[in-house]
Nanobody
Framework: QVQLVESGGGLVQPGGSLRLSCAAS????????MGWYRQSPGKQRELVAT??????NYGDSVKGRFTISRDNAKKTVFLQMNSLKPEDTAVYYC?????????????????WGRGTQVTVSS
């Protein structure tokens, strides 16, 4: 069974930096897209950044401050977050669209991590 495990969240002061990691494991699969979404209380889950192959895509509110990267050998995606603002406070969820071998066939499936809390506050 495929699992996504996030790490790296925490409390940081405005203007600070954090680096999130998400590792995919379990079963036989290849990675199509991996990325990050976030959700704060009372708001819908929103795109932070995704990466498909070498192509990256960012939400407007994080462009120029956040950088997504991948280590394909380790099946891990990273999110470097710089110049953090209080409005970046949210639970950050890792998402992966994987091509998974199951029951003798290949399927595309979406997976979510449990989320990691990022709090930006002085």
């Amino acid at each position: 069974q495929v699992q996504l495990v996030e790490s790296g969240g925490g409390l940081v002061q405005p203007g600070g930096s954090l680096r999130l990691s998400c590792a995919a494991s379990g079963g036989l699969f290849t990675i199509n897209t991996m990325g990050w979404y976030r959700q704060s209380p009372g708001k819908q889950r929103e795109l932070v950044a995704t990466m498909t192959g070498a192509l990256s895509n960012y939400g407007d509110s994080v462009k120029g401050r956040f950088t997504i990267s991948r280590d394909n050998a380790k099946k891990t995606v990273f999110l470097q977050m710089n110049s953090l603002k209080p409005e970046d406070t949210a639970v950050y969820y890792c998402n992966a669209n994987l091509r998974v071998f199951r029951g003798g066939s290949w399927y595309y499936s979406d997976y979510w991590g449990r989320g990691t809390q990022v709090t930006v506050s002085s």
